[in-house]
């Protein structure tokens, strides 16, 4: 089985890692910058743990920025403002 997960910050990284234990992941991203860092084995995430968890299933996940091709469970993890005055940034949705 594939699982694909859209968004590969500060949440996005972590689920794709510990999903990519047990199954084959595609993490997109739309950052080209992140992205090379990710295929060339560099984690900029600095979450507790994630480091083990990165270099130890990142052969399962293969990192893009496209959206097609993907699988048909797919989590989407975009940002989302935690303050009330900063609106929810859609444009990311929309590339779907």
Request: one cysteine or more; proline letters at 6%; a positive charge.
């Amino acid at each position: 089985m594939t699982i694909s997960v859209i968004g590969l910050g500060k949440l996005g990284l972590p689920i794709a890692c510990i999903l990519a234990k047990h199954y084959k992941v595609i993490g997109v991203d739309t950052n080209p910058n992140h992205l090379k860092l990710l295929r060339s084995g560099i984690n900029l995430n600095r979450e507790t743990n994630l480091d083990l968890w990165y270099k130890s299933y990142k052969n399962n996940i293969t990192f893009t920025d496209k959206f097609t091709g993907l699988s048909r469970l797919i989590f989407i993890v975009v940002p989302t403002p935690s303050l009330r005055i900063i609106p929810l940034p859609l444009s990311l949705l929309k590339m779907l």
